[in-house]
């Protein structure tokens, strides 16, 4: 019986602790354009918390929003549109006083680098020269709803999205692109900036909104007073350093 009840303690006092370091992690659910910036935050935050661990989860904004809705663990959300941040609010997982646009960023229009077609215009882009052309799907990707507002607003879309090929996220697109199985992609700058040997930049697109990416900390995630931390931590300087060396514009 003591044996038994040495074990039980032994096993409570593992869990209490395993629950503890669980208890500690802060989920940050962040666009995929922000993928190589955030992996290099992470860790800068966790030494500046001790005892913190950072748990990064990236997708196109729309999916992640659909996922903490459903109820995955999340205590930071970071969309790359202010859309995708109004549902959010509006779903009331977010709280508009602790929304902050943190970046800024640009729509690109990229071709695989040993491409000899290089679009001068969206207009080229009805060309039959490009029959693929990777887009973000606008439905549930910023970049593609971004790339379809363009497109729309220079009556194209119905030329161009027959070519369409459509890409869950911004890094499927630049992937696409990379690989040489589309003609074009439209991706943010940043992305292009990471892939510089394998694409080339051929045009920056204006956009009828400019693009800033929000972040809010989300009250009801399983960390939340680390998520406001997080959310802070993004506003000093070495963080928005990092963010700068990646691409990423001042709000």
Do not use: C
């Not at 303690?9 to 208890?23: E, K, N, V």
């Not at 661990?53 to 659909?66: C, E, P, T, W």
């Not at 207009?123 to 490009?130: G, H």
């Not at 879309?157 to 589309?182: F, H």
């Amino acid at each position: 019986m003591k044996t038994f009840a040495t074990r039980s303690l032994a096993f409570a006092l593992a869990a209490g602790f395993a629950f503890a370091s669980h208890a500690a992690d802060v989920t940050v659910s962040a666009a995929a354009s922000l993928t190589n910036a955030f992996r290099e935050i992470a860790p800068m935050f966790e030494s500046a918390n001790p005892g913190t661990k950072v748990q990064l989860n990236f997708a196109a904004s729309g999916a992640l929003l659909q996922q903490i809705a459903k109820g995955a663990p999340a205590d930071v959300f970071a969309s790359a549109d202010q859309e995708t941040m109004d549902q959010a609010q509006t779903q009331g997982l977010v709280k508009e006083s602790q929304r902050r646009n943190f970046v800024s960023n640009a729509l690109v229009v990229i071709v695989p680098s040993a491409s000899a077609n290089v679009p001068k215009s969206t207009n080229d882009l009805t060309q039959p020269a490009y029959a693929r052309i990777a887009i973000g799907l606008p439905a549930s990707v910023p970049v593609g709803r971004y790339t379809k507002s363009v497109l729309e607003g220079a009556n194209l879309w119905g030329a161009i999205e027959p070519k369409m090929i459509g890409a869950t996220n911004v890094r499927q697109a630049l992937d696409y692109v990379a690989r040489g199985e589309v003609d074009a992609g439209f991706v943010y700058s940043t992305d292009a900036a990471i892939m510089l040997d394998k694409v080339k930049v051929a045009l920056t697109v204006p956009t009828p909104k400019p693009i800033l990416y929000p972040v809010a900390p989300l009250p009801a995630g399983p960390n939340a007073a680390q998520g406001e931390k997080f959310v802070d931590f993004l506003f000093t300087p070495p963080a928005q350093a990092i963010l700068s060396k990646y691409g990423f514009g001042k709000p």
